[in-house]
């Protein structure tokens, strides 16, 4: 089995940043997809921004320019740095993850969630 571990979530103000990581765990083969997604209060969830294994990188429109993801496939680690956050951004954000655990079987991992409150 994986599993995901998110950290860095918290209160912060306007115009604050803050940097979020999901590292993995576990019987890993490769990693092909790493991504962001975030849950608002009242709204569905949506995808904040995935990276690829060859590095192709999707944000949300509302987030371009002030967002940023990356990953470190030494330690298995996405980041996700926040900054020019808005009241707006107030989510609980989750990493997922596209793991092969051998060369032909892969399965869909999430991490528990972080909360990230911005206060206006």
């Known amino acids: 089995q994986v599993q995901l571990v998110e950290s860095g979530g918290g209160l912060v103000q306007a115009g604050g940043s803050l940097t979020l990581s999901c590292g993995a765990s576990?019987?890993?083969?490769?990693?092909?997809?790493m991504a962001w997604y975030r849950q608002g209060p009242g709204k569905q969830r949506e995808l904040v921004a995935d990276i690829n294994s060859g590095n192709a990188i999707n944000y949300a429109d509302s987030v371009k320019g002030r967002f940023t993801i990356s990953r470190d496939n030494a330690k298995n680690t996405v980041y996700l740095r926040m900054t020019s956050l808005k009241p707006e951004d107030t989510a609980i954000y989750s990493c997922?993850?596209?793991?092969?655990?051998?060369?032909?079987?892969?399965?869909?991992?999430w991490g528990q969630g972080t909360q990230v409150t911005v206060s206006s």
């Open positions: 997922n993850m596209y793991v092969y655990t051998s060369v032909t079987a892969w399965s869909e991992y």
């Open positions: 576990g019987n890993i083969f490769r990693i092909i997809r």
